[in-house]
């Protein structure tokens, strides 16, 4: 008997043993590695008119620009970023581009996005145009406008969005503070409120463009001045530099990572206080018997109507 139940138990255990055999090895799945907190951002656009706050920085011809930015997510709501942008212009110091260096922190609460950081407007190679004894460069442009040897500075600002209505409907704000706007000695405080309101996509039809996205977008702000530094040649006496009011709006189309923008740009300033802002070079005198040193107008202000076609990209999600 003893034996009989040996034998059968040794034959469950062979069978199980040979039925686990057969059965298929399910290898376990590692965990997916943790997302890095790295990640980089570039793009680039052409530009009819590389308008900045109002006023052509490229004589009102077409621009350029690219941008390489590097970001670290400290946490879901906190981000850092360093970056560099590079812009085609047309100054009366006639640069060979406006290098623009950057970063700052990022936080997120809820609906609302903040952006804090600094940047520093870098004009390599400028030439200084000055009719004053000491000054190694070259005289005054033959309307009789100056410029300084250096127009290179800093800005400090803090930008912050409110989503009102989710992927809809966002309200901003934007402020900029330098001590000394364009190497002047004067300070430049420049404040704005914004708006984007995003409207539902469609289908084009033509060319791939299976589904296009489309919003409208505006501006309004305020630009405050101070007084400039005295330089013999440039500012013989301290100038008052004139505040003005800043705006633009317009609509833009979205397809994958490429953006269209239609838009208009204006402010107050008349065309006398435009030339005090800019020294540029084609400033025109404003009628006969008015000295040149002080009749000047230009045309760098006024209301333009500024096309472009931009691109922007992320390592993570466009680099897989």
Known sequence: MKKIVLSVVAAVLSTTAAFAADMP?????????????????????????????????????PSGTVYSETRFAVNKDVQLYFGQQYWAVTLPTNPTCECDIYGGIRPTFGALSLDLGAIYYWYPKEYQHADAPAIAGFPAFPNGNSTLRNTDYLEGYIKGTYEVVKDK???GFNEYYSDSWLNTGAYGNFFSGTFKAAGPAFKLGILGMDELGWYVSGEVGYYAFGTTKVVPGVFPVAVKLPDYVFWNAGIAFTWKVATFDFRAYGTDLSKTQCNTLTGDPNAHPSGLGVPIA???QSGWCSTAFVMAAKFDLTAKDSLK
């Open 169 to 171: 409907f966002w309200l």
């Open 294 to 296: 002080t009749g000047l």
């Open 25 to 61: 090895v399910k290898a376990m799945k590692a965990p997916p590695p943790p997302e890095s907190p790295w990640d980089w951002a570039f793009g680039g656009a052409l530009l009819s008119d590389y308008n900045f706050r109002g006023i052509s920085q490229s004589n009102k011809g």
